[in-house]
């Protein structure tokens, strides 16, 4: 046993040289410590990650908004830490092997979670990681080549050019940023104003695409050239093979869509299935020529392998016959309304210039037929859509809503209008159905000649898989919005204009919800401005009979900007622009007073709603009866003077919403 112990001895010694020279050897004495602290830092950052993936309602999310950002934070530190260990690790190996370790644990983390709505955002959590890691990834190496090749000197002046063009252009912005139309400000020197805070929208120091550039072009993708056209209701192919076409025989979207789904939200349901099923169940008929179609609003022309998307809007003398009869004045207003879904006043202004400059062009003042009011002080009354939805559409609050059910529809907007001879129409390019989501009332669309919605659940663009994805050009996605190769919203407007053209000698009420600006890059907004400048000027010089509304929810409430001081602001402050036919204000001066008074007046969609809902009887601009709701007497008519003294609890805001008067910001 000596002996046999002394062999084991002698052997251990033998080894220690050929140890110490060893791979393991080596590793130890100058990377252990790099590959645990990296390691580590790796393993704490997907903690903190998954930390911040905590989801819930709304007012959840932005009572802990602080949390999760201070989570997502560390994590970003901590994986940025984590690699650059690894950069200064030696040797190749080490560091090809840890990496891979790390970024498998990073792909994993950041897929754990990749839902886009409050209770699972992790979507939107990848693309702040993707952005921020790469930029201070770039930081940093641009610090490591000024440390590596001593260019102190040369970095030192271009940061104090960097520094001075930051400064002369925050200057710049801070003070374009208060400025509206014309060249008009937010006037906060106003005796007893509510005062609009100041903040500088860092938003606008960045590239307009700085969010989503890596998305590709914005432009639609034409993989074909269309080969069929469907104009004054004919519908012509020209194909070289067999050709169908498929109508879908539904006058008005929504009812016959539900039919086909037994859970509420339309977007819960599988679309492409849907879709399908639905194609099937109408007739696919064989093209022998030019077709009239008057039995459907929506067609599928195929021609082999490919298909055009055609949405038309149909005259029905039925409608029109009707509302003539119901007819109250001789002289009706047309009364549209353009909801642009999370767009703040400045937002507007952002990325719709060529609109706003069109806008600019109807006024008096500038040789147009219109009088242009902007209101600088129209206050949300909540942080998302439904919130702001109910006052403004019905004149409701949500608790008002709950207590009050059958009453939902009392005030919708378009039963006034319909009672006294108006042709209704509502057109939302979502596929959802925010009546059944927002009002729980499924029968509301009585009131609607036309509700159009089941258009937009294509499957190209309503994919349930990917409906609240910000990839996969969704409703929700920070890429284009296409359907065969065209703009969503070139949809919305060709319908709406052809509608305001069938029922030339009738009043119309028209609503339009457009969702484009719902999205966390904010910069979508933009593939809107050529067109919708078109829009208006078009529409307006064809119908000049027509009182425009162009409006919004609320601001942006998902991306980046949103979390920051200046994007809770913006939240709060959505647009609203009002274009009156002069004929209009110059009959009635005390009204055209109180308009350009009520711009820098606190107003809110209550406000708004018993505004539209008086102008039903034009000439008699008669206040709706409130009788019975608890907030009657928050809502005042923007066709008479508000104090600028007003409060936000006088204007109807809950004590536990954000205040911009008084700088409560949530």
């Not at 859970?263 to 696919?284: A, G, L, Y």
């Not at 719709?352 to 109807?362: D, F, H, R």
């Not at 601009?621 to 809502?635: A, I, Q």
Request: with cysteine; hydrophobic share 35%; net charge negative.
């Amino acid at each position: 046993m000596k002996k046999r112990n002394q062999n084991v001895d002698t052997n251990s010694e033998d080894l220690k040289p050929f140890l110490r020279n060893s791979p393991v050897s080596r590793l130890s004495d100058s990377n252990m410590h790099k590959i645990a602290i990296s390691l580590a830092c790796a393993s704490v950052g997907s903690v903190f990650y998954f930390w911040s993936l905590i989801g819930g309602t709304d007012s959840f999310l932005m009572a802990h908004v602080k949390e999760i950002i201070a989570y997502f934070i560390l994590s970003l530190i901590c994986y940025e830490i984590s690699f650059i260990f690894i950069f200064k690790m030696e040797g190749w190996k080490p560091k090809v092997a840890v990496s891979a370790i790390v970024v498998t644990l990073l792909y994993y983390t950041l897929s754990y979670d990749q839902g886009a709505s409050f209770d699972h955002h992790g979507e939107y959590n990848i693309v702040a990681f993707a952005c921020l890691f790469s930029l201070i990834s770039i930081i940093v190496t641009i610090v490591y080549i000024i440390r590596r090749y001593h260019k102190l000197k040369e970095f030192i002046g271009l940061l104090i050019v960097f520094i001075l063009y930051l400064s002369f252009t925050s200057i710049s912005v801070k003070h374009n940023y208060p400025v509206g139309l014309f060249g008009e400000r937010v006037n906060n020197d106003i005796e007893g104003v509510c005062q609009m805070p100041e903040i500088t929208p860092w938003v606008d120091f960045l590239p307009r695409r700085f969010f989503n550039f890596f998305t590709g072009s914005e432009k639609c993708d034409w993989t074909h050239y269309p080969f069929s056209t469907l104009k004054d209701n004919v519908l012509t192919i020209e194909c070289d093979e067999d050709a169908f076409y498929t109508i879908n025989a539904n006058f008005t979207a929504r009812d016959k869509f539900i039919e086909y789904h037994e859970s509420e939200p339309v977007e819960t349901s599988d679309t492409s299935r849907v879709w399908n099923s639905i194609k099937h169940q109408n007739i696919r008929r064989k093209y022998d020529g030019p077709v009239k179609i008057t039995e459907g609003e929506y067609i599928l022309a195929e021609c082999g392998s490919l298909t055009d998307y055609h949405l038309q809007n149909v005259y029905d003398k039925q409608v029109d016959e009707k509302a003539k009869e119901t007819r109250i004045n001789k002289k009706q207003y047309n009364v549209m309304i353009v909801l642009f879904d999370s767009t703040s006043r400045a937002h507007f202004r952002r990325r719709l210039p060529k609109s706003a400059k069109a806008i600019e062009a109807l006024d008096v003042n500038n040789g147009g037929n219109f009088d242009v009011y902007q209101f600088h002080r129209y206050h949300a009354l909540s942080f998302a859509t439904p919130g702001n939805l109910r006052p403004l559409i019905a004149g409701i609050k949500s608790t008002e809503l709950r207590s009050k059910r059958p009453l939902a529809s009392d005030f919708f907007m378009w039963k006034p209008y319909k009672e006294n001879g108006y042709v209704n129409m509502y057109i939302h390019d979502l596929c959802q159905d925010n009546f059944k989501n927002y009002f729980y009332d499924n029968t509301t669309n009585i009131y609607m000649d036309y509700d159009v919605m089941m258009p937009f659940c294509h499957y190209e663009y309503a994919d349930s898989k990917g409906m609240y994805s910000n990839f996969r050009g969704g409703p929700y996605s920070i890429e284009r919005r296409c359907i065969n190769e065209r703009y969503v919203h070139s949809y919305t407007f060709d319908y709406m204009s052809q509608f305001m053209d069938n029922y030339k000698d009738s009043p119309k009420f028209v609503f339009s919800h457009m969702i484009e600006a719902h999205e966390s890059s904010g910069s979508v907004l933009s593939t809107v401005d050529d067109d919708f400048a078109s829009f208006v000027s078009d529409t307006l010089e064809k119908h000049p009979d027509t009182l425009l509304v162009i409006t919004s929810d609320h601001g942006l409430k998902v991306g980046p900007y949103s979390l920051s001081p200046a994007g809770k602001v913006e939240n709060q402050n959505p647009v609203l622009y009002t274009i009156f036919p002069k004929s209009f204000t110059h009959e009635n001066p005390e009204v055209r007073a109180a308009l350009e008074h009520n711009e820098q007046s606190l107003t809110t969609h209550f406000d708004l709603h018993k505004t539209i809902l008086q102008f039903r009887d034009y000439p008699n601009l008669v206040e709706p009866d409130y009788t019975g709701y608890d907030y009657k007497n928050s809502s005042l008519s923007m066709f008479q003077k508000i104090s600028y003294e007003r409060t936000c609890e006088s204007a109807g805001m809950s004590k536990d919403k954000p205040c911009l008067c008084t700088g409560r910001i949530l």
